[in-house]
């Protein structure tokens, strides 16, 4: 746990008591500062007050008393409309942060000189600080990995001047977060996304661009008009900007040039990393993905050799394109993390000889998004609500077999794909798995299961750490 000690003393606002508001309490709490937490949910109040929290009705509270309000990043801060917690914060000249303000503040405070990685960005942002953890580690350094990958980040170890800190930010978190200032910040894409809680995608794009115009050095990706101009922009203002592209030749920067990351500086031209034959850095995606990690591993000192190292020994993101198993040359792939037909492309454009096992809840647009990857599908195994919708989508052009469960795909699928050299059996479900799983992980943990009984397989990852 990191203790929040900038609030000690001093009287603090919380609203929000799941998993990341909870910790956040007790860190303000083990900091000396008085909160009063309160949340929509009854239950999440008891357990909160069941834990030694202070709990307050903040529809009742004098927020004059409040050097500050705290809010989850799950609750609108502005779109639709704020909170009404949001509304009483404002009236009351309290200000509205987040854990990671907190977590910043209190690098500022004990350890300002703590490298601190921040990775924010439309799509690929977990595989991209999954990757930059696991070359930090594995090159022997202390190394903290947290934010919206699934940690809440005050409940990591404290800042130290020889601790990394590696941190994935979605927006609601650099919303809340008006100072950070990371060593290295990464602004991987933008895409529309969220916009039900930004509004347009101009404030969308103004929000993620907070992240790097804060940074020592910022890392952007350029293959995009939104991220291009706020390279400009931060650029102009004095931050160390360096350009990543899966795309395009760049003259200053780090770029794809088939499976070769290549960096442009002033001394030339030159490879700095292949990832031919890296199985979880399969794609034009991950290409970027490499570059934007390789760029902030620079940034705080990790060489050359260190990162080339983390590269090929990267075991993948759990549940997003990730090899799990193999059987007499079928490989098996996890992409569980593929809730929608966006997400889902980059896995089916990265293999050939698929048989994709796919469906759960449906999505808004299903899969028709995804037809120019049909030609790489052997045979479709449909699963979950979407099956029948995901069938008339495929018609003619893929063949297919509506499976209803997992455990019948994954048995057919693998029967199907041990006649077919190279064939890959993946499950990206293009869907959300609320019909027949709590959510993705535990479906994608199913999957590796079912996977591992199947005669003769050779598991490439441990059965229960997946």
């Known amino acids: 746990m990191i203790p929040v000690t900038t609030f000690k003393n001093r009287r603090v606002a919380l609203f929000g008591l799941g998993g990341s508001g909870l910790a956040t309490a007790e860190a303000l709490i083990a900091g000396g500062a008085e909160v009063a937490a309160w949340d929509d949910n009854p239950d999440s109040v008891d357990k909160a007050r069941s834990r030694g929290v202070g709990t307050a009705d903040l529809r009742q509270a004098d927020w004059s008393k409040f050097a500050a309000f705290v809010l989850s990043p799950g609750v609108p801060l502005t779109h639709p409309k704020p909170h009404w917690t949001v509304d009483l914060a404002r009236a009351a000249g309290v200000e509205v942060i987040g854990d ?145 592209s899966r795309r395009q030749t760049l003259e200053h920067g780090l770029y794809a040039d088939g499976s070769r990351i290549m960096i442009a500086d002033s001394h030339g031209v030159r490879g700095i990393a292949d990832l031919d034959g890296i199985q979880t850095l399969r794609g034009g995606h991950n290409a970027q993905n490499a570059a934007a990690a390789i760029g902030a591993c620079l940034a705080v000192g990790v060489s050359e050799d260190e990162i080339r190292a983390g590269l090929r020994s990267f075991p993948g993101l759990k549940h997003r394109m990730q090899p799990v198993a193999r059987k007499a040359g079928v490989t098996f792939v996890n992409d569980s993390k593929a809730t929608n037909a966006e997400a889902a492309a980059p896995a089916l454009s990265s293999y ?81 798995s609320f019909d027949q799983f709590k959510n993705f992980e535990v479906r994608g943990d199913r999957f590796v299961t079912l996977v591992s009984e199947l005669d003769g397989v050779e598991m490439l990852v441990p059965l229960h750490g997946a």
């Open 100 to 244: 990671v303000e907190l977590f910043v503040r209190e690098r500022r405070a004990k350890a300002p000189a703590c490298p601190f990685i921040a990775i924010t960005g439309t799509n690929g942002k977990s595989t991209t600080t999954a990757l930059i953890a696991h070359i930090l580690r594995s090159s022997g350094r202390d190394t903290q990995l947290g934010g919206n990958i699934g940690t809440a980040v005050l409940t990591l170890d404290p800042p130290a001047n020889d601790r990394f800190f590696v941190v994935e930010c979605s927006s609601y978190q650099i919303d809340l977060a008006p100072t950070i200032n990371p060593t290295a910040g990464i602004l991987l894409n933008l895409t529309p996304d969220h916009l039900d809680r930004h509004g347009t995608m101009q404030h969308y794009a103004d929000v993620k661009e907070r992240l790097v115009a804060g940074a020592r050095n910022a890392i952007v990706g350029v293959d995009d008009s939104y991220c291009s101009l706020i390279a400009d922009r931060v650029e102009m203002a004095g931050v160390t900007v360096t350009r990543i």
């Open 352 to 432: 050939e000889n698929i048989f994709w096992i796919a469906g759960g809840l449906p999505k808004e647009g299903g899969i028709a998004a995804l037809k120019p990857l049909f030609p790489r599908i052997g045979k479709a195994y449909l699963i979950g609500e979407a099956a029948p919708q995901f069938a008339a989508t495929l018609g003619n052009d893929v063949a297919y077999e509506i499976s209803g469960t997992l455990e019948r795909a994954v048995a057919h699928a693998a029967q199907d794909a041990a006649s077919v050299e190279g064939a890959v059996v993946m499950l990206s479900p293009a869907c959300a």
